[in-house]
């Protein structure tokens, strides 16, 4: 597969609402938070697992602590290193970080970040994408 079909897939796949934390999941949650996290959980679960495009499926969603992961399956077995890495450059620019990073601050009061992670169709960890509150400071210091 070209790098056009792996933009392609990874583009719809941050269309798509998620959350979750990575750098603070020993803070607690407010019940707030929480429970928006556990509908979307709850509501997404219903849907698993969902075509997204020819070579993506979201198959499980879930939240550790105050990460709520969106767990997604490539139908490849494999993905070098030079296409994880353009994917994840693609998925960095500023259209697509302002819109991930406007779900992150509109959507929640506490350390709450969006994680994707990608799995191979064999279900081997490919990589995640993370989002949070203070990485998309980062990101948009850097636009």
Do not use: A, W
């Amino acid at each position: 597969m070209n790098l056009k079909i792996f933009s392609l897939i990874f583009i719809s796949i941050f269309i798509l609402i998620s959350c979750s934390t990575v750098n603070n999941k020993n803070e607690e949650l407010n019940v707030i938070d929480k429970e928006v996290m556990d509908d979307f959980i709850l509501n997404k679960k219903k849907e698993l697992p969902k075509k997204i495009d020819c070579c993506t499926s979201l198959i499980d969603v879930y939240r550790d602590k105050n990460t709520l992961v969106n767990v997604y399956q490539l139908k490849l077995e494999r993905v070098d290193d030079k296409s994880i890495e353009d994917i994840k450059n693609k998925h960095y620019l500023p259209p697509k970080v302002n819109e991930i990073c406007n779900l992150v601050e509109t959507t929640f009061d506490g350390p709450v970040e969006l994680e994707y992670k990608i799995l191979n169709v064999n279900n081997v960890y490919l990589f995640s994408l993370f989002f949070s509150k203070s990485k998309c400071k980062e990101l948009i210091k850097v636009y």
